[in-house]
T-cell receptor
Framework: GAVVSQHPSWVICKSGTSVKIECRSL??????MFWYRQFPKQSLMLMAT?????????EQGVEKDKFLINHASLTLSTLTVTSAHPEDSSFYIC???????????FGPGTRLTVT | GENVEQHPSTLSVQEGDSAVIKCTYS??????FPWYKQELGKGPQLIID?????GEKKDQRIAVTLNKTAKHFSLHITETQPEDSAVYFC?????????FGTGTRLTIIP
C-alpha cells in the first residue's frame, strides 16, 4: 500500500505555544489530505479536509483559527496547533487519499502533549 | 451525517479460531467500505476494502462481506494469530469522507 509519513512522532510543548505537524505522502501524489484527532480509547474524528492549493474544509466544531492547515503541494500538508492548551493534547493522524478509487492511507500519528 | 455502529466493542477469541466484526451504517449513498487495523500508538492500516458492486472479497485469512440492502458489512478473520490482536475500525465512505465506527478491540488468546 501507499506510504504516508508524519513528523514529529511525538511532541511536548508548553501551554500558549504553537506546534506544527507535517504529513507527507511518500510514493504517490495526494490531491486530498485529511487530519484526524483521536483521544485515548476512542475512534478517529475528522478535523478537516484539505485539497492541494485550496483552503481546508473544517468539520463542525473545529476551530479553523486554532488548527491551521496548509496543503502546499501534492505530497505535503501541515497542521499547526496555535496557542496550544492542555485540552489539545491528543493523537493527531493525517491521511492521504488516492484520487481514485478512494483508498485512503494513514500516517503513523503524532502524539501531542501540552503542559 | 453518516451514523456508523460497530459490534462487538470487544472480542476475545482463542488462537486459531475465527473472528467476525459487524458494521452498520445509515447512508444508503455510501459506496466504499474499508476496514482498518490500528495497533497501539500507531495510525490505522487499511487491511481490506470492498466496493458497492461486490458482495464479498477475500484476501488470505481476511474477508469482507457487504449487504447493501441491510446496510451492513462484516470483517471475517480466520485462523487467528496473536498478531491479529488490535483495534479494528470500519469506515464507510459517503459524502466524500470516511466515517469511522466506534472500534472493536480484538484479543487473541494464545
Amino acid at each position: 500500500g501507499a506510504v504516508v509519513s508524519q513528523h514529529p512522532s511525538w511532541v511536548i510543548c508548553k501551554s500558549g505555544t504553537s506546534v506544527k505537524i507535517e504529513c507527507r505522502s511518500l510514493d504517490f501524489q495526494a490531491t486530498t489530505m485529511f487530519w484526524y484527532r483521536q483521544f485515548p480509547k476512542q475512534s478517529l474524528m475528522l478535523m478537516a479536509t484539505s485539497n492541494e492549493g485550496s483552503k481546508a474544509t473544517y468539520e463542525q466544531g473545529v476551530e479553523k483559527d486554532k488548527f491551521l492547515i496548509n496543503h502546499a503541494s501534492l505530497t505535503l500538508s501541515t497542521l499547526t496547533v496555535t496557542s496550544a492548551h492542555p485540552e489539545d493534547s491528543s493523537f493527531y493522524i493525517c491521511s492521504a487519499r488516492l484520487q481514485f478509487p478512494y483508498e485512503q492511507y494513514f500516517g503513523p500519528g503524532t502524539r501531542l502533549t501540552v503542559t | 451525517g453518516e451514523n456508523v455502529e460497530q459490534h462487538p466493542s470487544t472480542l476475545s477469541v482463542q488462537e486459531g479460531d475465527s473472528a467476525v466484526i459487524k458494521c452498520t451504517y445509515s447512508d444508503s449513498a455510501s459506496n466504499y467500505f474499508p476496514w482498518y487495523k490500528q495497533e497501539l500508538g500507531k495510525g490505522p492500516q487499511l487491511i481490506i476494502d470492498i466496493r458497492s458492486n461486490v458482495g464479498e472479497k477475500k484476501d488470505q485469512r481476511i474477508a469482507v462481506t457487504l449487504n447493501k440492502t441491510a446496510k451492513h458489512f462484516s470483517l471475517h478473520i480466520t485462523e487467528t494469530q496473536p498478531e491479529d490482536s488490535a483495534v479494528y475500525f470500519c469506515a464507510p465512505f459517503g459524502n466524500e469522507k470516511l466515517t469511522f465506527g466506534t472500534g472493536t478491540r480484538l484479543t487473541i488468546i494464545p
